[in-house]
């Protein structure tokens, strides 16, 4: 399968600072890439999208950066709020659209 | 819009006992994905289906798994005979349009532990 791999496993930050989320994908054709949260307790839910012809994609307090020549994604969270404690996962979708792999995730500790 | 219903939330069965999740996909949608969360392997797509049609099950581990998705409103991951290392988090997820995962939605998991 494919190879979808984080840097940090666990990552604490001050409330109010900005997180940094690093994720490392393996396949050159995957085209399509997205970060899920998963909170205790429940299932993953998408956070932000982004297409290969892009290199950067900001939504609501986040912003997601491909850098296809080296394959990383990272996810950026502005002014971190504990409501931002959680699990974040990325995925990508290899060569097939519909059949996506998810990285081990990266745990995020909002300090207060 | 509810979204994706999964049941039970948790399930306890004696290893040897049959098992059967359940999933309610959300209307509209015309592919379901059933994935298995675990600490050691993380999430990992077991089957999917479009328009009721298993596509891909390369992921199922082994013939005690199987699935079905007898209409667009209902599917089941069933496994028999269990054993404790299908002790994971099930997930059901569904999307909407081919491909496009701004409507892929997971359900909110089963909890199976296998004694």
């Known amino acids: 399968g494919e190879s979808v791999g984080l840097h940090l496993p666990t990552l604490s930050v001050q409330e109010g600072d900005n997180s940094i989320i690093n994720c490392a994908y393996s396949?050159?054709?995957?085209?399509?890439f997205i970060w899920y949260k998963q909170e205790s307790g429940k299932g993953p839910q998408f956070i932000i999208d982004?297409?290969?012809?892009?290199d950067k994609r900001q939504g609501q307090r986040v912003t997601v950066l491909l850098n296809k020549t080296v394959k990383h994604l990272s996810l950026q969270i502005a002014a971190t709020q504990p409501g931002d404690s959680a699990v974040y996962f990325c995925a990508e979708n290899g060569n097939n659209f519909n059949k996506f792999y998810f990285g081990s995730g990266t745990k995020l500790n909002v300090k207060p | 819009d509810a979204g994706v219903i999964q049941s039970p939330r948790h399930e306890v069965t004696e290893m040897g006992q049959e098992v059967t999740l359940r999933c309610k996909p959300i209307?509209?949608?015309?592919?379901l994905f059933w994935y298995r969360q675990t600490m050691m392997r993380g999430l990992e797509l077991l089957i999917y289906f479009n328009n009721n049609v298993p596509i891909d099950d390369s992921g199922m581990p082994e013939d005690r798994f199987s699935a079905k998705m007898p209409n667009a409103s209902f599917s089941t991951l069933k496994i028999q005979p269990s054993e404790p290392r299908d002790s994971a988090v099930y997930f059901c997820?569904?999307?909407?349009?081919?491909?496009?995962?701004?409507?892929?939605?997971f359900g909110s998991g089963t909890r199976l532990t296998v004694v």
């Open positions: 997820a569904s999307s909407w349009i081919s491909g496009s995962l701004l409507g892929y939605t």
């Open positions: 396949n050159s054709a995957s085209d399509y």
């Open positions: 982004i297409r290969s012809n892009m």
């Open positions: 209307s509209g949608h015309d592919y």
